[in-house]
Nanobody, 117 residues
Framework: QVQLVESGGGLVQPGGSLRLSCAASGIIFRFYTMAWYRQAPGKQRELVAAITGGGTTNYADSVKGRFTVSRDNAKSTVYLQMNSLKPEDTAVYYC???????????WGQGTQVTVSS
């Protein structure tokens, strides 16, 4: 059974930082492309950042230079370091895992990030 468990969300002031973590189980983690998506109220879910099994990363333009995605294959965990947070970063953040070999993909349950003074 595949599980993706996010943690690290919360309330932070504008300009602050948070680090999200997503611990995966039930998959051969090192082969999977891992990504973070977010969904704000009334908006569509959007890709924030992704990292392939080989370590290649890509980011949404809105977070470039502020967010960093990384992974620890030994711990089957992907991270999202979020700096210089803005109110518009407020959303539920979801972890996503995509198999490189077939169409299978998996989602975490989401973690709330609220940026507000």
């Amino acid at each position: 059974q595949v599980q993706l468990v996010e943690s690290g969300g919360g309330l932070v002031q504008p300009g602050g930082s948070l680090r999200l973590s997503c611990a995966a189980s039930g998959i051969i983690f090192r082969f999977y492309t891992m990504a973070w998506y977010r969904q704000a109220p009334g908006k569509q879910r959007e890709l924030v950042a992704a990292i392939t099994g080989g370590g290649t990363t890509n980011y949404a333009d809105s977070v470039k230079g502020r967010f960093t995605v990384s992974r620890d294959n030994a711990k089957s965990t992907v991270y999202l370091q979020m700096n210089s947070l803005k109110p518009e970063d407020t959303a539920v953040y979801y972890c996503h895992a995509k198999s490189p070999m077939d169409s299978n993909d998996y989602w975490g349950q989401g973690t709330q990030v609220t940026v507000s003074s």
